[in-house]
């Protein structure tokens, strides 16, 4: 099955600097790669996803970055606040039956913004 | 829209005892899961549902069972707790396209 392998375990920044998370995946086959990110207390939320037919994607201050044939993609927050402060996780999945309806989750990092 | 809906949030059960998990879903979702996390492990995939009256086993299926009989709801089951099971178990629920939304959790301990 699919492995993914997600580093740094905990990233610590200074407010307005960026901040980046690298996660490699093992099945060549996965082709949908989301980002959660998880408040304290909470559960985790979808930030940003990226497809295989696709090289990066931005939103705002993150974007996703994917590179296929080294099978790694990264998050990168710039210009980082205090409320970024969180737990994110990577995920990546494979199209089944026309469905992407399985993850498989990194381990998650914990990045703290200091002010 | 009350999204994914957990119940209870926080459980003590000691060893041997039995509990369900109860996560409901407004948003006529297909695809149901529930997940454990614990510390430095992430989210690890117990069992999961591609509709109603289906389940099958995630990573990490041991010691639990579920049961989808209607399409908003998806029970979690330990018939016997082990404290090898204290974690903090989410539910999610998604469509076809791969998002996930989950609840904000159930705390549950074992001793």
């Known amino acids: 099955g699919e492995n993914v392998e997600q580093h740094p375990s905990t990233l610590s920044v200074q407010e307005g600097d960026s901040a980046v998370i690298k996660c490699t995946y093992s099945?060549?086959?996965?082709?949908?790669f989301p980002w959660y990110k998880q408040e304290l207390g909470k559960g985790p939320q979808l930030i940003i996803d990226?497809?295989?037919?696709?090289g990066e994607k931005k939103d705002q201050r993150i974007a996703v970055t994917l590179n296929k044939t080294a099978k790694h993609f990264s998050l990168h927050i710039t210009e980082t606040q205090p409320e970024d402060s969180a737990v994110y996780f990577c995920?990546?999945?494979?199209?089944?039956?026309?469905?992407?309806?399985?993850?498989?989750f990194g381990k998650g990092t914990l990045l703290t913004v200091n002010p | 829209n009350a999204g994914v809906t957990q119940t209870p949030k926080f459980r003590v059960l000691k060893t041997g005892q039995s509990m369900t998990l109860l996560c409901a879903q407004d948003?006529?979702?297909?695809?149901m899961y529930w997940y454990r996390q614990d510390p430095g492990m992430g989210l690890r995939l117990i069992h999961y549902?591609?509709?109603?009256?289906?389940?099958a086993k995630g990573e990490v299926p041991d010691g639990y069972n579920v049961s989808r009989l209607k399409k908003q709801n998806f029970l979690l089951g330990l018939e016997s707790a082990a404290p090898s099971q204290t974690s903090v178990y989410f539910c999610?629920?998604?469509?076809?396209?791969?998002?996930?939304?989950f609840g904000e959790g159930s705390r549950l301990t074992v001793l």
């Open positions: 999610a629920s998604g469509q076809h396209t791969g998002e996930l939304f």
């Open positions: 099945d060549s086959a996965s082709n949908y």
């Open positions: 990226i497809r295989s037919n696709v």
């Open positions: 995920a990546a999945s494979w199209n089944s039956g026309g469905s992407n309806y399985k993850l498989t």
């Open positions: 948003m006529n979702h297909e695809y």
């Open positions: 549902s591609v509709g109603e009256g289906t389940t």
